[in-house]
């Protein structure tokens, strides 16, 4: 999918609901949720928002979140107004009702996360998960990643116990032994990978494949329709600067969090291209 086609799905998915607004409610900040990882750190890292919204007077605000999760609580209050997850995360997010809307997607890609055991775990596929303690973060995509395999593998929810952990939580908790499985994402998965040698489980990619998503206040997107595409069209930009310039996003991604520089490069948390979803 080429930049152009990516913008105009964009552009269309941003007018399409907001069309009954009347006009832009001014604003004096934009407050953006992100994670350590992302086209939306590309964004902050290059000031692509800042400079596209200088001219209105409007500051921009950068909200860190650990995961999907937290960062949609904070939107639906209002505290935050636009901001990106995995896909699990709106589907819970949806069924409490939040004041949420989807402004942009990322497709499938099928990396970039995994269920991981330690190097000398007798664990060797999915089907060896039963009766064992997996370590995933409640409503996050690393959630929605485990319910998939088990469901591949025949194994009934009931046959496993999730340890309810935030990512440093369950990294600690991994790291000493506290759990026998981790599914997660990257970079935390990076990290896992560098500092304790875990070994991913062998997964179907159709599994694990699973779209990531942009997501914007309900009530901010009905007030401020023209900034929710302007900031698509940013996003935009972003992504197809990273597909060019993939060693210095490596580089951005290392520094922020604080995973090496070897799988910082890797291409499992490469930005990739956006669509509308």
């Known amino acids: 999918m080429n930049r152009r086609t990516v913008l105009a799905g964009l552009a269309a998915l941003a007018a399409a609901p907001l069309a009954a607004a009347k006009a832009e409610e001014p604003r004096k900040e934009l407050r953006i949720g992100?994670?350590?990882?992302?086209?939306?750190?590309v964004v902050k890292a290059r000031g692509l928002l800042e400079s596209r919204f200088q001219a209105?007077?409007?500051?921009?605000?950068?909200?860190?979140?650990?995961?999907?999760?937290?960062?949609?609580?904070?939107?639906?209050?209002?505290?935050?107004?636009?901001?990106?997850t995995g896909d699990a995360p709106?589907?819970?997010a949806q069924a409490g009702h939040a004041n949420l809307l989807y402004a942009a997607a990322i497709p499938a890609r099928g990396y970039g996360q995994a269920i991981v055991v330690p190097p000398e775990s007798p664990i060797k596929d999915l089907a060896d998960l039963r009766g064992k303690k997996i370590g995933v973060a409640k409503g996050s995509s690393g959630h929605n990643l485990l319910l998939a395999a088990i469901e591949s593998a025949k194994i009934g929810w009931n046959e496993i116990t999730?340890?309810?952990?935030?990512?440093?939580?369950?990294?600690?908790?991994?790291?000493?032994?506290?759990?026998?499985?981790w599914s997660i994402w990257d970079p935390f998965l990076a990290l896992a990978e560098l500092k304790q040698n875990a070994r991913t489980l062998p997964i179907d990619p159709r599994v694990s494949a699973q779209n990531s998503f942009f997501l914007v206040n309900?009530?901010?997107?009905a007030k401020n329709p023209k900034a929710v595409g302007a900031i698509n069209e940013e996003v935009g930009k972003a992504t197809e600067w990273s597909d060019k310039h993939r060693d210095e996003v490596a580089a951005l991604y290392s520094k922020a969090s604080g995973v090496e520089?070897?799988?910082?490069?890797?291409?499992?948390?490469?930005?990739?291209?956006?669509?509308a979803p």
């Open 34 to 41: 992100y994670q350590k990882t992302g086209a939306l750190l």
């Open 56 to 84: 209105d007077g409007v500051a921009v605000k950068w909200l860190e979140f650990p995961f999907g999760p937290p960062l949609l609580e904070a939107l639906s209050a209002g505290a935050v107004d636009y901001g990106y």
């Open 90 to 92: 709106p589907i819970f």
């Open 162 to 181: 999730p340890i309810y952990l935030a990512p440093a939580d369950a990294f600690a908790a991994f790291s000493r032994g506290a759990i026998d499985a």
């Open 218 to 221: 309900r009530d901010f997107a």
């Open 261 to 275: 520089i070897a799988a910082s490069s890797a291409p499992s948390i490469a930005p990739s291209s956006l669509s």
